[in-house]
């Protein structure tokens, strides 16, 4: 029902910046929870940064100062900025969304029922 295409990523050096983006279609993103997710070599998620169909926001500890989670209404589109990069940050971004008629659930993976593809981020040294 819910349709999530990332934008293109980017490679970076340390200390740079991207801007990722999560087309939603199929779906009023003003009913949903979102969510960014990175995966990690062994094909596990880990929480990113999410934000509620309120506004309120949750991030990961490691990015916490560095990345905001944004949503453009009228864009339909769900953002991560990124910024001072770092190697470890280097992996594939997933975006993901829920239905707000069920509590959001900040970083919690088992809680998103739809997710896109993901996207490449690369950062070196």
């Known amino acids: 029902q819910v349709n999530l295409a990332e934008g293109e990523g980017g490679s970076v050096q340390a200390g740079g910046s991207l801007k990722l983006s999560c087309l939603s279609s199929g779906y009023d993103i003003r009913s949903l929870h979102m969510a960014w997710f990175r995966r990690l070599p062994d094909g596990d998620r880990v929480g990113v940064a999410a934000i509620a169909k309120t506004g309120y926001t949750d991030y990961a500890e490691s990015v916490k100062g560095r990345f905001t989670i944004s949503i453009d209404i009228d864009k339909s589109t769900l953002y991560l900025h990124m910024n001072s990069l770092q190697p470890e940050d280097t992996g594939i971004y997933v975006c993901?969304?829920?239905?707000?008629?069920?509590?959001?659930?900040?970083?919690?993976?088992?809680?998103?029922?739809?997710w896109g593809q993901g996207t490449q981020v690369t950062v070196f040294s």
């Open positions: 993901a969304a829920m239905s707000s008629l069920w509590t959001y659930q900040g970083l919690q993976k088992s809680a998103y029922m739809y």
